[in-house]
């Protein structure tokens, strides 16, 4: 963690990751009261001391997604194809990569075993493996030292240590996964990088080129919001870097589609305008993109502007629509057109839109 001294001799540590805060957030605002699951999401800064690499820096940014209460794998499934979506969605070709590394019984009896088989290593670990092998070995099957990697190679597998309850909720995760058509690659050897997952952990992998770079991940936490103090809540979640992403995005050289414009509102002298604009803030509430110009004069001129930003209505309001609370609908493909009064303006286009 990056930690500091102020002026004042106060040591300060800035926030390194989200989901304790996230959780402490829950617990103190008496959100365990809320209709489960309780969905929360964040975007902000985080910040690393660890020495930077390729897409990671001291300060880097993340958008990520936190789910309480709900303890069933489809929630598992959710989370890990939400952030598969967003990722797709964008154009990021990625895989998966998935593990569990079971309940807490579990991994105290794989914990034994890792420390067995890495005992004859230990002067061939360097010092950060050595305390990891003392607290949480399974820390060291996510070492990035290549020799480290070699001595990872035949360790043994945690999913070899699973108790039948454990291994029947993975299989079924897999399996929905499958069904989603989401593609996974099982990782043994992938158990992210902090102490409180149980069970699921998974990684967003770009599948770009040889790199294979990991954009994200996350896993499942349900003992971390009573260890915070709060009641025993079943939780997961995950979170993206959003300098990863821009560098996926920057290599696939994405072009960002416009949202089509949907409306343009054409006023018809000085006295409309005030009318119009009522109307086109009406829209915009509606959720509607609407846009308009009203410093042009002219009928002509403010159409040919809705015609080259491709609307598909105007909504055309004139000195006798404005006096009698109507306006005018045209659809700019066919030519067509009728009026409708002031309280179905909206309506009517939202329908016309949906059809």
């Known amino acids: 963690m990056y930690t500091l001294q102020d002026k004042s001799n106060n040591s300060l540590t800035l926030k390194p990751e ?7 957030a829950y ?3 008496g959100m365990a009261s809320l209709p489960k699951p309780v969905n929360l999401y964040y975007i902000e800064p985080h910040f690393r001391y660890e020495r930077p690499q390729s897409g990671r820096y001291r300060q880097h940014h993340q958008m990520g997604l936190e789910i309480f209460g709900d303890p069933y794998p489809s929630c598992d499934v959710h989370a890990i194809c939400l952030g598969s979506r967003v990722l797709g969605n964008l154009g990021i070709k990625h895989t998966v990569a998935i593990n569990s590394i079971g309940s807490a019984e579990d991994r105290n009896r794989y914990l034994e075993v890792l420390r067995k088989y890495f005992e004859p290593y230990k002067s061939d670990l360097p010092e950060i493996n050595l305390s990891q092998l003392e607290h949480n070995p399974l820390r060291i099957l996510d070492t990035k ?3 480290v990697k070699r001595i990872v190679e035949d360790a043994p597998h945690i999913l070899d240590y699973l108790d ?3 291994s029947s909720r993975f299989h079924n995760i897999l399996e929905m996964l499958e069904g989603c058509g989401v593609g996974y690659e099982l990782n043994t050897r992938l158990v992210r990088g902090l102490d409180y997952y149980n069970d699921t952990v998974f990684e967003y992998i770009s599948a770009r080129d040889e790199a294979r770079d990991s954009l994200g991940g996350g896993g499942r936490y349900d003992g971390l919001v009573s260890e915070m103090g709060g009641v025993a809540t079943p939780a997961l979640g995950f979170g993206i870097g959003m300098e990863r992403i821009k560098m996926e995005l920057d290599a696939i050289k994405y072009i960002p589609k416009e949202e089509k414009l949907e409306v343009f509102v054409v006023a018809i002298g000085k006295e409309a305008s005030g009318y119009a604009e009522i109307i086109r803030e009406k829209l915009l509430d509606a959720g509607i993109r609407v ?13 040919a502007i809705a015609a080259s930003k491709e609307a598909i209505y105007a909504v055309i309001v004139g000195a006798r629509e404005a006096q009698q609370k109507e306006a005018i609908i045209k659809d700019m493909h066919s030519g067509n057109q009728h009026t409708e009064g002031q309280d179905s303006i909206v309506s009517s286009l939202l329908k016309a839109l949906k059809g």
């Open 27 to 29: 617990i103190e605002n």
């Open 145 to 147: 030292d290549e020799k």
């Open 164 to 166: 039948k309850d454990s």
């Open 291 to 303: 846009d308009a110009n009203f410093t042009k004069k002219s009928i002509s001129d403010q159409l």
């Open 18 to 24: 989200s989901t304790a805060g996230v959780v402490r």
